[in-house]
């Protein structure tokens, strides 16, 4: 795949080489989405928005990484969904304490409100894993979703969020600690090479 | 807990972000330190298993069809002119038809007042030129008689009044009333200039969309 004519193509409006585009990138796409809003429904809804958007802004790509700019556009379809659904009454994802403070602890795991039931449906890695991205500042999740799990470099990942190499470099390590602190919770579903606390350099 | 600069130092060291001397002055501190080591281990842990997230697949294809785009087909060069010319016509009619409406109530009203005060000139230059004329009359006759035949005009300027009257035309502002200021002929010519347009350009979109298909 010649992406480079493609996306000339796609900018003279031909929707066939957009297509192609979009086949090669619609997994990472949809999991890009999936991640950052944790359902899957409203993950196509944003993928499909995203590459809708994409198609329309074409003209405006200037080279360079075109993954991280199709990426870029569907963290901001993410966002506008997440401020959408913040509009909306919801339980918050971060509980506060009575001065208003985060609480940043992996008791969250623990929460009463999450029933034996919910939790015997989290009993899979992923839903685990997916339980403690849903936990993290959505600034937080973007940049973990981009670089460990869609294996982006940091340059990338900066490019993609739009903000400072060193900003990534900051959400990425406060976003590493909290999801091992999350994680601890799930400590029993974690595969034996991954299990946390006192393991060797592997 | 080690500090926060601690752990950001060491998840960059994890993605192999640090210049040479600042991971060999980790790496030394990592050894002597097996507190900052674990933490490297948790955050470790943590990426691994992040990165063996299985990647999912699209539930759906997301290839986007011309409709969602709001794609339209190409159509040809002559249906801007055609969309001009029917737009044209469309706005000559209107004023046509409003010139038609609004034009002929105006002389009426303009004409109305010189009807009802007998003269005065109105809208008839020929009857204003004349006016001065009947002004003027009057004022050679002896001052007693203007009194007593004050409020009642003379027989000669009744019958001036009457002959201006007509060659004013009161008559014919009334014909010209009934009158069209744009001939129906004109009318009719542009709703069929624009049906014309309006049905070229339709057979134009159809024969288009059909193509692209």
């Known amino acids: 795949m010649d992406e480079t004519a493609l996306i000339n193509s796609a900018q003279n409006g031909d929707l066939d080489s957009f297509n192609t585009l979009i086949l090669h990138y619609q997994d990472s796409v949809f999991n890009t989405a999936v991640h950052i809003l944790g359902d899957d429904d409203l993950a196509q809804d944003a993928a499909q928005e995203a590459f809708i958007s994409a198609f329309r802004s074409i003209s405006s790509f200037r080279g360079g990484s075109f993954k991280a700019w199709i990426m870029r556009t569907v963290t901001n379809a993410c966002y506008d969904e997440l401020r959408r659904q913040k509009r909306r009454p919801t339980t918050p994802l971060e509980p506060e304490t009575s001065d208003g403070e985060e609480i940043d602890s992996p008791k969250w795991l623990a929460d009463p409100g999450m029933t034996p039931a919910q939790k015997s449906e989290a009993a899979e890695l992923e839903h685990a894993i997916q339980h403690c991205l849903d936990t993290l500042p959505t600034d937080f999740r973007t940049v973990v979703v981009l670089t460990d799990i869609q294996g982006m470099d940091y340059s990338e990942a900066a490019a993609t969020a739009r903000v400072p190499l060193g900003t990534i470099k900051s959400r990425l390590a406060r976003a590493r600690l909290r999801l091992r602190e999350c994680l601890r919770g799930f400590e029993e579903l974690l595969p034996a090479s991954f299990r946390l606390e006192g393991e060797g350099l592997q | ?123 008839d230059p020929a009857s204003a030129a004349e006016e001065p004329l009947m002004e003027m009359a009057p004022a050679v006759l002896p001052t007693d008689d203007i009194t007593a035949r004050q409020g009642e005009p003379s027989a000669d300027a009744m019958q001036t009044l009457k002959e201006a009257g007509t060659e004013s035309g009161l008559p014919e502002q009334a014909e010209a009333r009934n009158e069209a200021f744009v001939p129906v002929n004109w009318q009719i010519g542009l709703l069929i200039i624009i049906l014309l347009g309006g049905l070229l350009m339709w057979i134009m979109r159809q024969t288009a969309s059909r193509k692209w298909r």
């Open chain 2, 1 to 123: 807990m080690k500090n926060f600069r601690e752990i950001e130092l060491l998840s960059s060291y994890l993605d192999g972000q640090l210049n040479a001397s600042e991971s060999t002055r980790l790496e030394s501190r990592l050894t002597s330190d097996p507190e900052l080591a674990s933490v490297l281990f948790d955050l470790r842990a943590a990426r691994g298993i992040l990165r063996k997230l299985p990647a999912r697949k699209a539930p759906r294809n997301f290839a986007l069809t011309r409709k969602m785009v709001g794609l339209k087909p190409p159509l040809p060069r002559a249906y801007p002119i055609f969309r001009f010319s029917t737009a044209f016509a469309t706005v000559l009619l209107m004023l046509s038809l409003a010139a038609n409406l609004v034009i002929p109530q105006f002389n009426f009203a303009a004409s109305a007042p010189q009807a009802a005060y007998g003269f005065g000139g109105g809208g």
